[in-house]
Nanobody
């Protein structure tokens, strides 16, 4: 079992920045590929970014590419999402997710591929 706790959400003006953190506990963090997803009201949960177990591979949704950066610190059991140049349409609840992976350099980008989820962090961007 893996427990995930997000933090760092909040209210920010368009063009601003936020950094989300997701602290993991319960198992060996470096055994898990990690991802960030988001869900806006009335919309399905969508992929944002993913990172492999060893941090060597990352993948982004087209809508955030060039603005968001995913990273991880396996020594601190934490994955981050640095969000720059935020837009109104980035407003959503952001979830981190984890899944075990045999491959150190593989990421996953659909919700069904993840087993463990955090409770979510609200990000609100004012226009």
């Amino acid at each position: 079992q893996v427990q995930l706790v997000e933090s760092g959400g909040g209210l920010v003006q368009a063009g601003g920045s936020l950094r989300l953190s997701c602290a993991a506990s319960g198992r060996t963090f470096s055994d898990y590929s990690m991802g960030w997803f988001r869900q806006a009201p009335g919309r399905e949960r969508e992929f944002v970014a993913a990172i492999s177990r060893d941090g060597s591979s990352t993948h982004y949704a087209d809508s955030v590419k060039g603005r968001f950066t995913i990273s991880r610190d396996n020594a601190k059991n934490t994955v981050y999402l640095q969000m720059n140049s935020l837009k109104y349409e980035d407003t959503a609840i952001y979830y981190c997710a984890a899944r075990g992976s045999l491959y150190a350099d593989t990421y996953y980008y659909t919700p069904g591929q993840y087993r463990y989820w955090g409770q979510g962090a609200q990000v609100t961007v004012s226009s």
